[in-house]
């Protein structure tokens, strides 16, 4: 499987962005589907996973992000997306999609750089 990031940008604090992830190859090998960040001189954080296939999506949030982030997916798109929404400066970071869980050895994007500042 193959992901390629878009839609990161610059924002002022409390503003919105929708990242998307475009996925090829063989996603459904993958139970889930997910976004992470990594911001200079800091761990990789996950931030928001989803079940592939037709089913009812399943979603998972990491505590830093629920209520503020939403993660969807197009089936029909193989795409993947996170809407995010009262951004903070914190959330500046590079953004990137992979398989749930993590995996060092999995696929996944370059990224896409966030950036919050006034």
């Known amino acids: 499987a193959q992901f390629v990031e878009s839609g990161g940008g610059l924002v002022q604090p409390g503003g919105s962005l929708r990242l998307s992830c475009a996925a090829s190859?063989?996603?459904?090998?993958?139970?889930?589907i997910g976004w992470f960040r990594q911001a200079p001189g800091k761990e990789r954080e996950g931030l928001a996973c989803?079940?592939?296939?037709?089913?009812?999506?399943?979603?998972y949030y990491a505590d830093s992000v629920k209520g503020r982030f939403a993660i969807s997916r197009d089936n029909a798109k193989n795409a993947f997306y996170l809407q995010m929404n009262g951004l903070k400066l914190e959330d500046t970071a590079v953004y990137y999609c992979a398989t749930c869980p993590y995996s060092d050895s999995g696929p996944r994007g370059q990224g896409t750089q966030v950036t919050v500042s006034s």
């Open positions: 190859g063989p996603i459904l090998d993958y139970y889930a």
């Open positions: 989803i079940s592939t296939g037709t089913s009812d999506a399943n979603t």
